[in-house]
């Protein structure tokens, strides 16, 4: 099982919307799909009470014991991903989720204030050797192609390019981000051949590149063999 965890100190940068895109993207590509709720905000159990499909599961947990006694159950059920959602600020169970991922994703949107903000989430993940990525979330419409994003934001999403630790595509602001998560679905339901849903698709594409590369897994082992559309089919329950 690989696990995921969306981290950022600030709050209101995305990590809820973006767990839930990644989520239903890698459920489209054959994942059995966990996501693991640790914010007592909830927004992810809230979604998950408006959706009409059964995957993918949400699980909450309240603390990080909690969290590291739920991933070997999780992997024992036949998970392959779990993402967790952690709470802005700074608490023992968003350190405990740091620790158990093999990549935490950083989302930050794209202002100096988020970046700059950026800087103590990225402390508490290196401190404990974790991969990481950022996810630059909420961009101007603009700045859809790379060119015009880097140059938008000066030298620090360059830079982090050049690392190799920020995450592609950039994820725009859009309204269909939000009207999905209020339908209970994810954008690439929502709007199937919308730019949000390519983005997302294409950011999950990114995230398993490298979740393959960090863990050396086999990138087809163990992921269901029915067409997406068919695995819809089996996961509605309404
Ligand atoms: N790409 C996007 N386009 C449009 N709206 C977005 C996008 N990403 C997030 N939002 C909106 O921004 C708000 C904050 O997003 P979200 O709840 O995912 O952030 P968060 O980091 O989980 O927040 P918190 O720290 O409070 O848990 C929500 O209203 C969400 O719908
Ligand atoms: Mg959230």
């Known amino acids: 099982m690989h696990t995921i965890a969306l981290v950022s100190k600030k709050g209101g940068t ?22 693991l709720e640790t914010d007592p905000q909830g927004t992810l159990s809230h979604w998950r009470r408006r959706r009409m499909l059964a ?21 024992n059920c ?3 991903l779990t993402i967790i959602d952690t709470a802005a600020g700074d608490n023992g169970t968003t350190a ?11 989302p930050a949107r794209p202002s100096p204030a988020d970046i700059e903000a950026s800087v103590p989430t990225l402390a508490s993940i290196r401190a404990r050797g974790k991969p990481f990525a950022f996810v630059l979330n909420q961009t101007p419409p603009r ?13 620090t999403a360059t830079s982090l390019n050049m690392m190799g630790v920020l995450a592609l595509p950039y994820i725009v602001l859009r309204n269909d981000q939000q009207d999905a998560l209020g339908q209970g679905l994810a954008v690439t339901e929502f709007a199937l051949g919308g730019k949000s849903a390519e983005e997302i698709r294409g950011l999950w594409q990114w995230v398993w590149t490298r979740l ?16 997406a559309n068919e695995q819809a089919d089996l996961r509605a329950v309404g």
């Open 78 to 80: 036949g998970v392959t």
């Open 14 to 35: 995305g990590k809820s919307t973006l767990a839930i895109g990644l989520a239903t993207a890698a459920l489209a590509d054959g994942h059995k799909v966990c996501l």
């Open 143 to 155: 700045s859809y192609r790379l060119n015009n994003a880097a140059a938008a934001l000066g030298d």
């Open 96 to 106: 405990a989720a740091i620790g158990a991922a093999d990549l935490c994703l950083i």
């Open 212 to 227: 393959v590369a960090i863990t050396g897994a086999d990138a087809s082992a163990g992921l269901l063999t029915a067409p």
């Open 55 to 75: 995957e993918p599961v949400v699980e909450t947990v309240n603390d990080g014991a909690e969290v590291a006694r739920r991933l070997p159950f999780l992997a």
